[in-house]
């Protein structure tokens, strides 16, 4: 168990991350052949109760989800927090392995958590790793029983791998990198009641007896990018200007493909088709909204996301404080060469201290004026104001960055 006592028992075997030998039995007959085990200390690494709900509070994963000041967990975690200590240590081992890859805030940030119950809702059937091995739904079973090395090794830490021989690699036909993983899914989690089973099978019916719609929409498919971890990356900050670019672009080949599937089909489509049609979010406005926001031409040449003047007020902001100090810059600059009748006085810029008043040795200046680099002929100060100020402006040249 992950119990405290079976933790800390002189009964517990250390040979992965503390846990008992019961636990690491059932594990290992759980669990498919080709699984990877990273052994994780107790506590430090996989987190207990107390430390996992203070590293979602410190990391700040779901700011701005609440109402008002704080941030609103989702309501899984929420629940966990209550109730399901086991499951929330295991959120914590898994946040802090994530952590380690430094993938933790693209995907807890985007809180999409659920409680995994599949024997409640009674949706699917529920297999597990020996079941999943035996059948060769990922991998290929050797002539002695064990797994094949080579599919072994192909599908390590990826199920949507084709391996030759597998119930997978026959299935699929996803021209999507996100629908393969989907697929895989499905694969792993068989619908159960009939229903449902007919209703997937009256969806594929139809597409496959369209074939120039099939072929269009296919083609469509295949020249998406990764939207999921796409979005994902846009949520958490750190998506580069040419993957937003492709996001959106795929975005708007989507809107197109669910406009021409609604022409086609909504009248006389099956319910399953119609449901995920009319479950389609709205796309047109929001996409001309960001497309006529910024240069497109520059972020394709440069990479540059430069908003168009109007179209995004705290850029605008930045923009005019900017000037605004610009403007006070030449100011102080005239105020100097006026004090200390000295026309060659001017700015220079040194490694990161920028804006310097150069001016010739021989000029004595006041006391408060700081002295940040010499030479035999020059000295270069900042003077009060002028250091306040150029904190100010390296703000707001890190925001308009952002």
């Not at 119950?117 to 059937?125: G, K």
């Not at 099939?214 to 846009?234: K, N, Y």
Request: aromatic share 8%; proline share 5%.
């Amino acid at each position: 168990t992950l119990e405290e006592g079976a933790l800390t028992s002189p009964e517990a075997w250390d040979g992965m991350a503390g846990i008992s030998r019961p636990t690491w039995r059932t594990l290992k007959n759980t669990c498919g052949p080709n699984t990877d085990w990273i052994s994780m200390a107790p506590r430090k690494e996989f987190w207990d109760v107390p430390t996992t709900k203070q590293e979602l509070e410190d990391a700040g994963y779901f700011a701005g989800n609440g109402n008002g000041d704080g941030c609103a967990w989702p309501l899984a975690l929420q629940q966990a927090a209550e109730s399901e200590s086991l499951a929330l240590t295991a959120v914590g081992g898994l946040l802090s392995y994530l952590r380690t890859l430094k993938l933790d805030k693209d995907l807890a940030s985007l809180g999409n958590f659920s409680a995994y119950s599949p024997l409640q809702r009674s949706t699917a059937l529920v297999l597990d790793g020996p079941t999943i091995s035996n059948l060769d739904l990922f991998s290929v079973s050797s002539e002695d029983g064990g797994s094949n090395p080579i599919a072994t090794a192909a599908t390590r830490g990826n199920s949507s791998t084709n391996v030759e021989g597998t119930l997978f690699a026959l299935l699929n036909h996803a021209r999507t990198s996100f629908g393969r993983r989907l697929l895989s899914r499905w694969v792993c989690h068989p619908l159960r009641h009939a229903a449902a089973i007919n209703a997937r099978l009256d969806a594929v019916e139809l597409l496959m007896a369209d074939s120039e719609l099939s072929e269009s929409v296919s083609t469509t498919l295949r020249a998406l990018p990764d939207l999921e971890r796409g979005l994902s990356r846009i949520h958490s900050g750190r998506c580069k200007v040419p993957d937003f670019i492709a996001v959106l672009g795929g975005l708007r080949a989507v809107a197109t493909m669910i406009d021409q599937l609604r022409q086609a089909y909504e009248a006389e489509a099956p319910v399953r088709i119609q449901t995920l049609l009319r479950a389609f979010p709205a796309l047109d406005d929001l996409l001309t909204e960001f497309s006529s926001a910024y240069d497109s031409g520059l972020a394709s040449t440069e990479g540059l996301l430069l908003p168009f003047p109007g179209s995004d007020q705290p850029y605008d902001e930045i923009l005019a404080s900017i000037a605004e100090l610009d403007a006070w810059f030449d100011q102080h600059l005239a105020e100097n060469r006026k004090r200390f009748s000295c026309a060659s006085i001017v700015y220079k810029n040194m490694g990161k201290e920028h804006y310097q008043l150069e001016m010739p040795a021989t000029i004595k200046v006041p006391g408060s004026y700081f002295r940040l680099s010499a030479t035999k002929a020059v000295n270069r100060y900042w003077s009060p104001e002028l250091r306040g100020k150029v904190q100010e402006h390296a703000e707001a040249m890190e925001t308009k960055a952002m």
